[in-house]
């Protein structure tokens, strides 16, 4: 269980926080080049990539529940004074991204880039409040700075960066791996 928490954790960090950054520029790369690149297919990449993560936290959901309740406290949570926010989190990150299976939907990138942003819902609120709770200290004396308090312009930053190394990686190997089959073809006709 360890080493999948783990395994999951390397891929929320280097893939899912990363994924409105690298949706917004592959919509950025779409409106400059108009079809030069095949971003409908590395969207769809994506999209395909968001089912399967949220199958697989699903499956971990329920397994670890029935296995270790005591871990998965989700009756004190889903009944607790912020039971409205526990239950949009939880609709959010598991049922929602299923509304990708649907034909009308699964082709408009602004839906997908609200998923995206959905799925992590809880995760974004919480970096919120972690935000106003530093720009509202009264109690601290006047010498401090934003950098002790931890201001996560840099954390934004690379997030940003990632998606957008990791956006400009998949066009590169997509037509990588299309020039390639297209050569492969062109040979043996």
């Known amino acids: 269980m360890e080493l999948y928490d783990n ?32 971003t409908k297919q ?4 994506v999209r395909w990539g968001i089912i399967i993560y949220t199958t697989v936290g699903l499956i971990h959901y329920v397994f ?9 406290e989700f009756i004190s949570k889903a009944t607790g004074p912020y039971w409205i926010f526990y ?51 009264d109690y601290v004396p006047r010498s401090w700075s934003f950098k002790t308090f931890g201001f996560p312009t840099h954390e934004f930053l690379m997030i940003f960066l990632q998606g957008f190394l990791l956006a400009i990686l998949l066009l590169v190997l997509y037509e ?6 297209n050569m492969q073809s062109a040979t043996s006709l």
């Open 42 to 45: 590395i969207l769809n990449l």
């Open 64 to 72: 670890g529940y029935l296995r270790f309740t005591k871990e998965f």
């Open 87 to 137: 239950w949009l989190m939880l609709f959010s990150s598991t049922i929602l991204p299923y509304s990708l299976l649907f034909r009308k939907l699964k082709d408009r990138p602004w839906y997908l880039l609200f998923i995206a942003f959905s799925m992590k819902l809880g995760v974004y609120f919480e970096r919120f409040v972690l935000i106003v709770i530093n720009f509202h200290r």
């Open 7 to 38: 395994l999951i954790r390397l891929i929320d960090v280097n893939i899912i926080y990363c994924l409105i950054s690298l949706i917004l520029t592959l919509l950025i790369i779409e409106l400059i080049f108009k079809n030069r690149f095949k």
């Open 176 to 181: 990588f791996v299309d020039r390639k089959i």
